[in-house]
């Protein structure tokens, strides 16, 4: 191996591992925040209160993705937009609870949620989340995709 090929070597590992870390730190962020901003309503396994109106995530919140204002909606709900974290907070954390509790219902070109996205979508919010959700869930079962309340 050549010196510059050892170089350039080098230089992708570090890169690697500098990703990796900050990939781990982007994790254990996002599940902080969903027990500190999210778990005291939809539990820390994701199953929620459906009796209560509060959904579950499991195996399902990924069909949400499929529909724009389904990605927008899953930043537009009061908890979140109360929550006092930043766009980029809140954009990680979403991104952690659709890839922790989407399962098979999580799209294979799923892309993390951006800060730039975060801001607006939570500026742009419905006025009437409820209503929102309800056109939502009706689109998806519509679809033919298993979502319960």
């Known amino acids: 191996m050549n010196s510059f090929t050892s170089r350039l070597a ?3 590992f570090v890169v690697s591992v500098c990703a990796t870390a900050a990939w781990a730190e982007t994790e254990r962020r996002g599940a902080t ?3 500190q901003h999210c778990s005291g309503c939809h539990d820390v396994d994701g199953s929620g209160h459906p009796n209560k ?5 499991r195996d399902q ?3 949400f993705l499929r529909w724009p ?7 537009q709900v009061p908890g979140l937009l109360n929550s006092g ?3 980029e907070r809140a954009a990680g954390v979403v991104t952690w609870l659709v890839r922790r509790f989407a399962g098979p219902s999580l799209p294979p070109d799923f892309e993390p ?3 730039d996205e975060a801001r607006r979508y939570r500026e742009s919010r419905p006025v009437d989340i409820a209503a929102a959700r309800q056109r939502l869930y009706m689109q998806i079962v519509e ?5 319960t309340k």
């Open 61 to 63: 919140v990924g069909y």
């Open 33 to 35: 925040d969903y027990l």
């Open 143 to 147: 679809a033919g995709y298993p979502l």
């Open 53 to 57: 109106g509060i959904p579950d995530f």
């Open 69 to 75: 204002e389904g990605r927008a909606f899953l930043l």
């Open 85 to 87: 974290l930043s766009d």
């Open 10 to 12: 080098t230089v992708l």
């Open 113 to 115: 949620y951006t800060a």
